[in-house]
Each structure stands twice: as C-alpha cells, then as structure tokens.
C-alpha cells in the first residue's frame, strides 16, 4: 500500500489557469508538508499542516493555497498559474511535527505551466 | 539561518567502489542532520539522521555518515557502491521550532552515477 499519494502525477497547464494537486497519507501522520523543487533540484517547504492546523506558511504567493480538509489529506491549491510555478511539488507527512519525526514523501506532482 | 552545502553537483563511480559525499551546513546550534535519497521520478526516501551521541551514523542500504562538529560536516559514505544507488542525494538540516512544526533546509543535492 502506497503510504504518501498524490495526484495527479504529471499536471500540463497554461497560464492564468486554476489547478489543485492531492495529497493522501494512509501512515496515520498528524503532520503534512507541501515542498516545491524546481528545476535545479533545489527544494524548499512551503506550508505544513499539524491536525488540520496550519503551521508553518513560508514565504509563498497567495496564489497558493492549501487546504487540509481532515489529517489525511492535504490539498494545493493553485491560482493565476504563472510559468515560475512550474516545478515538482512533493506532499510529505510525520508523525509529529517535531525535527526528529521522519518525513515520508509522496512520488511528486510534475507541474509545467505553458 | 540554517543552510546546507553540497559542494560536488555530481559524481560518478564504478560499481563496487567506495563513495564519499560531501555534506556542510550552517546551524547556530547543535544542528539535526539528514540524507535523503531520491531515486528517479520518485519521492525522497530518509537515509539515516543524527541528533546525539555517536557521530557515525548507520543508515539504511549500508549507507553511513560522520558528523564533524569542527568542520561543520556530515559526510554520507558507502565501501562497495551498487548500480542501484545512482540517484540524486539531498543533505538537510533541522530546525526545531518550540510549539510548532520543525522545518528542514535542504542542500542542493549532489547527483550519483554509478558505472559498471
């Protein structure tokens, strides 16, 4: 059984379009992530979810929204895509949320935005 | 701020060899350290972490890695490289914040190819 799923896997969009990536966990995690890796493979959180709760919100456009409707799942919501958006964004989930909870991450969700 | 550094961008060695990889970070404090692996088009899967005590870390896939407080390093070995380990390798750091989630920075990750 896959632990971290996301969907869809491959997401081609053109600009100014509205898109949302899932995200599912089946481990029982209280904590969920939202990571973005661009074209250089460099990666960086973007919001984390503790039961439902928003935690951590980095430095993201507005555009983006995430929403947790219960704690095994964790939505990206995309609006106004704009071609910067487009990389691979990673779903993640722990335990807790403290450092030492190990992060188990989904597949991806490769975004091209035309 | 934390930050983490992966000096080589991509390496390449032969089966069976040994492997180093090269992993800096920048922490004000006792830092939390981890690898990760990301094989292609796949999620990062966690390699091992250090938090205390030892600092030679054993990991998952016969990996390791030491932690050099006076170089600021945490290097990931393997003695005998297998085809199947060519993947991208990310080091990260933790930050824990009190009350609230911790955050983890990652290097930019260093590229293994391994040849036969």
């Known amino acids: 059984d896959t632990a971290v799923s996301q969907t869809p896997k491959y997401l081609v969009t053109q600009m100014g379009n509205d898109k949302s990536i899932k995200c599912e966990q089946n481990?029982?995690?209280?904590?969920m992530y939202w990571y973005k890796q661009d074209s250089k493979k460099f990666l960086k959180i973007m919001f984390s979810?503790?039961?439902?709760?928003?935690?951590i919100n980095e430095t993201v456009p507005n555009r983006f929204s995430p929403k947790s409707p219960d704690k095994a799942h964790l939505n990206l919501h995309i609006n106004s895509l704009e071609l910067g958006d487009s990389a691979v964004y990673f779903c993640a989930s722990s335990q807790g949320g403290l450092v030492i909870d190990t992060q188990y991450f989904g597949p991806g969700t490769r975004l091209t935005v035309l | 701020a934390q930050s983490v550094t992966q000096p080589d961008i991509h390496i390449t060695v032969s089966e069976g060899a040994s492997l180093e990889l090269r992993c800096n970070y920048s922490y004000g404090a006792t830092p939390y350290l981890f690898w990760y692996v990301q094989s292609p088009g796949q999620g990062l899967q966690l390699l091992l972490k250090?938090?205390?005590?030892?600092?030679l870390v054993q990991g998952i896939k016969g990996f390791e890695a030491e932690f050099k407080r006076s170089q600021s390093s945490f290097n990931l070995r393997k003695p005998s490289v297998h085809w199947s380990d060519a993947a991208e390798y990310f080091c990260a750091v933790g930050l824990h914040n009190t009350g609230t989630a911790s955050k983890l920075t990652f290097g930019t990750g260093t590229r293994l190819q391994v040849t036969l």
């Open positions: 481990l029982g995690h209280d904590t």
């Open positions: 250090y938090f205390s005590g030892d600092t």
């Open positions: 979810y503790n039961n439902k709760e928003l935690i």
